[in-house]
């Protein structure tokens, strides 16, 4: 098992930047897939970025060019890097770290973008 502490959520203006990260207790970080996902007021949970074991990343069609997922296994840490940040993006930001059978989440860090 693993569990998940997000940190590094706040308030910021349109055009800024925060990085958000996720540390991870427990043993096997390294085989979980990690993903970031968000969940803005009144809507329905979204994919935002994942990068696998690996190392490969993906990103949700509105964020590509602006965030970066990236992983540190030496420190059982996750990272997301949000820059030019819009006010769409404010919501809730949770941690999934996940392998075939078993999904574990984090509490969620919320982001408030201000225009």
């Known amino acids: 098992q693993v569990q998940l502490v997000e940190s590094g959520g706040g308030s910021v203006q349109a055009g800024g930047s925060l990085r958000l990260s996720c540390a991870a207790s427990?043993?096997?970080?390294?085989?979980?897939?990690m993903n970031w996902y968000r969940q803005a007021p009144g809507k329905e949970r979204e994919l935002v970025a994942t990068i696998t074991s690996g190392g490969r990343t993906n990103y949700a069609d509105s964020v590509k060019g602006r965030f970066t997922i990236s992983r540190d296994n030496a420190k059982n840490t996750v990272y997301l890097q949000m820059n030019s940040l819009k006010p769409e993006d404010t919501a809730v930001y949770y941690c999934?770290?996940?392998?075939?059978?078993?999904?574990?989440w984090g509490q969620g860090t919320q982001v408030t973008v201000s225009s």
């Open positions: 999934n770290a996940r392998v075939v059978g078993y999904d574990s």
């Open positions: 427990g043993s096997m970080f390294s085989i979980y897939i």
